[in-house]
């Protein structure tokens, strides 16, 4: 079955660590995006992803890092300068380009905690 | 520059009862589609409707139907005899006929009591 696959579900890391969280899809889809959500907020985006080798910040970049060297995967490193990480993650895929009419699909998330 | 509205924080009802879900975009854009999501405590956002800015005829499916007045850049979600599984968070999302990024607006957490 098509879909988005976001590992792992928990994830915890003391201070100071870098660390990956994982996002694959199979859709076949161009672009890719990375949300941030805090308890009782919304989404806001990280960063986003329209092709293979590129991508633009979102509004809350500072402290992540990403990479999008296969279209299948978009990995997004939290990084020691994001001072408060403590989040849930969730990552989407859709169909991109000029095709604006088809919903995103999303992962089941990847919760975050700094311990 | 376009903003995303829904002024509703959290909601409440009664199961069985209808319920109405805000969001207002202002863009300068004249087409653009606008999306509703549901996002239940698991945590997943799970795609519900799509509508286009050119087609402002009211639709109704199952228990969900919607209703899009262009003129107010309104697009209003309503659920029909709630039910306890129809507690979620719902986002309204636009996206503009162009290269553009996807946007979430705050959301609206609903609650439905039995």
């Known amino acids: 079955d098509g879909g988005i696959t976001q590992s792992p579900k928990y994830l915890f890391r003391k201070e100071g660590q870098n660390v990956t969280l994982s996002c694959e899809q199979n859709?076949?889809?161009?672009?890719m995006y990375w949300y941030r959500q805090d308890p009782g907020q919304g989404l806001r985006l990280i960063y986003y992803?329209?092709?293979?080798?590129?991508?633009q910040k979102g509004d809350i970049a500072e402290g992540y890092s990403v990479s999008r060297e296969k279209k299948e995967s978009f990995p997004l490193t939290v990084t020691s300068a994001q001072k408060n990480p403590t989040a849930f993650y969730l990552c989407?895929?859709?169909?991109?380009?000029?095709?604006?009419?088809?919903?995103?699909?999303f992962g089941q998330g990847t919760r975050l905690t700094v311990v | 520059a376009q903003k995303v509205t829904q002024a509703q924080t959290e909601i409440s009802v009664v199961e069985k009862e209808d319920v109405t879900l805000d969001c207002v975009y202002e863009t300068r854009d004249t087409t653009y589609y606008l999306f509703w999501y549901k996002q239940p405590p698991s945590g997943e956002l799970v795609f519900l409707i799509r509508r286009n800015s050119f087609d402002e005829q009211n639709e109704i499916s199952g228990r969900y139907s919607w209703n899009f007045q262009k003129s107010t850049s309104s697009f209003n979600f309503t659920i029909t005899a709630s039910q306890v599984v129809d507690s979620a968070v719902y986002f309204c999302a636009p996206r503009r006929a162009s290269y553009d990024k996807v946007i979430f607006g705050p959301g609206t957490s609903l609650s439905v009591i039995p």
């Open positions: 859709l076949n889809h161009d672009a």
């Open positions: 989407a895929s859709l169909r991109g380009g000029s095709i604006t009419n088809t919903e995103a699909f």
């Open positions: 992803s329209q092709i293979v080798n590129d991508f």
